[in-house]
């Protein structure tokens, strides 16, 4: 079993940037995907990025250019890197793990993309 924590959401203008990060509570390293979702308001959640632990990268089509994934194993955590934000982008952005059957969620951190 694995905890994850979001942290780094907040209110940012459009075309800024953030970096959010989710921290796990036990190693990462032989977790097969770990991976971003973000859910906007009247809206089902949705994939945003996801990274293996062979350091493969997908990313949703409205992302792509502008948002990295990566993972620290030393570090226990995942970040995604966020720039040229779009009001579009506002939505609770959560952690995802997925390995060997088991799906693991954070509770999500908000991210509001505003003038």
């Known amino acids: 079993q694995v905890q994850l924590v979001e942290s780094g959401g907040g209110l940012v203008q459009p075309g800024g940037s953030l970096r959010l990060s989710c921290a796990a509570s036990?190693?990462?390293?032989?977790?097969?995907?770990m991976g971003w979702y973000r859910q906007a308001p009247g809206k089902e959640r949705e994939s945003v990025a996801t990274i293996t632990n062979g350091g493969s990268t997908n990313y949703a089509d409205s992302v792509k250019e502008r948002f990295t994934i990566s993972r620290d194993n030393a570090k226990n955590t995942v970040y995604l890197q966020m720039n040229s934000l779009k009001p579009e982008d506002t939505a609770v952005y959560y952690c995802?793990?997925?390995?060997?059957?088991?799906?693991?969620w954070g509770k999500g951190t908000l991210v509001t993309v505003s003038s």
């Open positions: 995802n793990a997925h390995n060997l059957g088991m799906v693991y």
């Open positions: 036990r190693t990462i390293f032989n977790i097969a995907v």
